[in-house]
């Protein structure tokens, strides 16, 4: 069965500073797609980053990329030049669709403050 | 747009009621799913539905029962509540099921 692991529960990084979010997950199978969402205090969820596994090239937006790790089952975040706004629990995410299953496994979360 | 709507944001149940939490979305997709959300738990997948008249279980499909007559609706039914079942549902929905998921604001269920 497929796992995903976020090992930080808590994480604080100053306002401007880069921080980077862990995250890791167990599959056997090999066409999957993996995500980032963002809930804010708000509750609404948003999609940060999406990352194809058959993708070498590492996913990009704005000031947030992954580091994807296929061979170590590794997808971490990296937030650069962070925002006061960027204060959430961010969730990773593995998604796969084969044999007509949908599959779709949330991490348990990071909870990122951002200091002023 | 109106994206993804649920209803109603807050519900207080006894054990033993039923009820349907509703989801719409006005974004033509095809792909929708129901999430619960517990505390150190992150998403969980309840149930999901590829396309109208289709639906099938996800992680923690017991106690709920759902169908998608329509593209724009899929409803989530709570049979019997039970104090297990306390928890925020999220509604969301996709272009295709590897596509970015578009979520509403979350229904906060308690069941006493």
């Known amino acids: 069965a497929q796992t995903v692991t976020q090992s930080q529960p808590e994480m604080s990084v100053q306002e401007a500073e880069t921080v980077t979010l862990s995250c890791t997950y167990d599959?056997?199978?090999?066409?999957?797609?993996l995500f980032w969402y963002k809930q804010p205090p708000s509750r609404q969820m948003i999609l940060v980053i999406r990352?194809?596994?058959?993708?070498?090239q590492n996913a990009t937006e704005n000031r947030f990329s992954v580091n994807f790790q296929k061979a170590a089952k590794s997808f971490s975040l990296k937030i650069s030049d962070s925002q006061l706004g960027d204060t959430a629990m961010y969730f990773c995410?593995?998604?796969?669709?084969?044999?007509?299953?949908?599959?779709?496994?949330f991490g348990t979360g990071t909870r990122l403050k951002v200091l002023a | 747009n109106a994206g993804v709507t649920q209803t109603p944001k807050f519900q207080v149940l006894k054990t033993g009621q039923s009820m349907t939490l509703q989801c719409a979305q006005d974004?033509?997709?095809?792909?929708m799913s129901w999430y619960r959300q517990d505390p150190g738990m992150g998403l969980r997948l309840i149930h999901y539905?590829?396309?109208?008249?289709?639906?099938d279980q996800g992680e923690v499909p017991n106690g709920y029962n759902v169908s998608r007559s329509t593209t724009e609706d899929f409803p989530l039914r709570l049979l019997s509540a039970a104090p297990s079942q306390t928890s925020v549902y999220f509604c969301?929905?996709?272009?295709?099921?590897?596509?970015?998921?578009?979520f509403g604001p979350g229904t906060r269920l308690t069941v006493t």
């Open positions: 969301a929905s996709s272009y295709g099921y590897y596509y970015e998921q578009y």
């Open positions: 599959t056997s199978e090999s066409n999957y797609y």
């Open positions: 990352q194809e596994a058959y993708k070498q």
């Open positions: 995410a593995f998604m796969s669709g084969t044999s007509g299953t949908y599959k779709y496994i």
């Open positions: 974004m033509n997709h095809e792909y």
């Open positions: 539905s590829v396309g109208a008249g289709i639906t």
